[in-house]
């Protein structure tokens, strides 16, 4: 019986050592000091958390993984984390626009910056309505000028 109960402790034990740290804690986006406007759906949130975590971390290859298409993403992200890394160290106010177009526009202001960046985010890879597609920034060149 000991023996018995010594395994079943053991095995808890071995099992419950699993890492329970919150996902927002191990991605960065804990420490945010973000303020949010408008609507935004959770995936939308999300990828302007992450672009925001990546631009504070001066991380230009990670930024550009979150574009929806490659067409000129790192040239963009690197052109992003220059000119807006040090904004991204101060606090932001994020404006979620309505998705009127199949596009979310989002305006962000940080602390002490006369322009906002803006960031546009769409659904990248897969057709309408398939359920595995992800939602991307925008980062070809030429969409527009993003301050």
């Known amino acids: 019986m000991a023996g018995a109960l010594l395994l079943f ?3 808890q034990f071995v099992f419950d050592d699993q890492d329970k740290t919150p996902q927002r804690i191990k991605d960065g986006t804990a420490d945010l000091e973000l303020t949010v406007t408008g609507r ?15 631009l504070k971390d001066r991380d230009a290859d990670g930024l550009a993984d979150l574009a929806e298409d490659d067409e000129g993403a790192a040239k963009t992200a690197g052109g992003w984390v220059e000119k807006w890394g040090d904004a ?7 404006d979620f626009d309505d998705d009127s177009i199949g596009t979310w526009i989002t305006e962000l202001k940080f602390e002490g910056e006369r322009k906002p960046l ?4 769409k659904h990248k890879g897969g ?13 070809r060149p030429g969409y527009y000028d993003h301050g």
């Open 9 to 11: 402790v053991g095995c």
């Open 40 to 54: 935004p759906t959770p995936e939308t949130l999300a990828v302007i958390e992450k672009a925001l975590v990546r």
């Open 88 to 94: 991204a160290q101060k606090p932001v106010v994020v």
């Open 118 to 121: 803006l960031i546009d985010l």
């Open 127 to 139: 057709g309408k309505g398939d359920p595995d597609r992800e939602i991307g920034v925008i980062m």
